[in-house]
């Protein structure tokens, strides 16, 4: 029988266990920061690396490491806008099946702390590119944090500037890092980059409809679109950007076998990532690069065939 000076708790536990709602027991925001900077997304500023590869300069070391530095200047750039993006659709997010898990949106990363990391990633990306010694580095990257942060406010819901404006941002991280280096662009390569960068926005945007379905968009310029307007855009892109490739690969006393035979892969690829958004699964286009088999297949053979035509 337990007497009144038995100084065991009344439950059986413990005296200094954990008590729900204590300070102590909240997550810590260090992974939900994490998650909110989007790790997944930094494959896009793979691009840094596309104009010296095309280049044929990727097997000299000093080349090798700007690009990796310029990669992750890019993604600490980008994790910065995109808390900051967070931050400013906080309250849609919240209305949205996948986006109200976001860290902000869940309230499991304080508002005042992803604001803060924001202003200071976006603003060391650029200062911390001075160490490259090319001023025009640090202008492209400084260029890119604010128009990033000029669509966040503004032209996200401007119809036609939101898919203009999101693809100028994907050209940007390859024009990096071609400057970065120095090496020249050509025609071909802006032409077939910006194509490919509007199929992408366009692809987003169009699978992004198709998930909302007879509701209301959260993106307001889904709104102003029509799912057959963006297939059109979509298979206009896909067209002048398999066009655009093909003059390229077979310019005469310029290019290769292997560079002929590198557009079974590229137009494989490209009707590949149109029929994955036909099928609404192109609305995270880093998820479909991460998961979907055949499009990595042709990508690496794709990446295979052009460096055999440059160092063979």
């Not at 790790?39 to 690396?49: G, S």
Request: charged share 15%; with cysteine.
């Amino acid at each position: 029988m337990r007497t009144s000076a038995d100084p065991r708790p009344p439950t059986g536990r413990s005296p200094a266990g954990p008590t729900p709602g204590r300070a102590g027991d909240r997550p810590h925001p260090l992974p939900a920061l994490v998650r909110a900077c989007r790790p997944r997304q930094w494959l896009k500023n793979l691009l840094v690396f596309a104009a010296p590869g095309a280049a044929g300069a990727l097997d000299q070391p000093g080349t090798l490491l700007a690009c990796a530095c310029l990669f992750a200047l890019f993604c600490v750039a980008a994790s910065g806008t995109y808390l900051l993006n967070d931050v400013h659709d906080a309250s849609a997010d919240r209305a949205h099946d996948r986006k109200r898990h976001r860290p902000v949106a869940s309230g499991a990363l304080p508002v005042p702390l992803a604001v803060t990391a924001g202003i200071v990633f976006g603003a060391a990306a650029p200062l911390a590119s001075l160490a490259l010694g090319d001023l025009r580095v640090t202008g492209l990257l400084a260029g890119y944090v604010l128009l990033t942060l000029v669509y966040t406010r503004f032209l996200r819901d401007v119809v036609l500037c939101d898919l203009i404006v999101v693809a100028g941002c994907h050209v940007l991280r390859a024009v990096a890092g071609g400057v970065a280096i120095g090496v020249p662009l050509t025609s071909w390569f802006v032409l077939v980059l910006s194509l490919g960068a509007l199929l992408v926005v366009v692809g987003k945007r169009e699978a992004e409809l198709r998930a909302t379905g007879s509701g209301t968009p959260v993106r307001r310029t889904l709104c102003a679109y029509t799912t057959s307007y963006l297939t059109q855009t979509r298979t206009m892109a896909s067209g002048a950007m398999i066009v655009t490739y093909f003059l390229w690969a077979l310019e005469p006393g310029g290019n290769t076998l292997w560079h002929t035979l590198s557009i079974v892969p590229f137009v494989m690829f490209v009707l590949r990532y149109n029929l994955l958004v036909d099928r609404g699964v192109g609305e995270e286009p880093e998820e479909i690069a991460l998961r979907d088999r055949p499009i990595q297949i042709m990508l690496v053979t794709l990446v295979a065939l052009v460096a055999a035509g440059i160092h063979l």
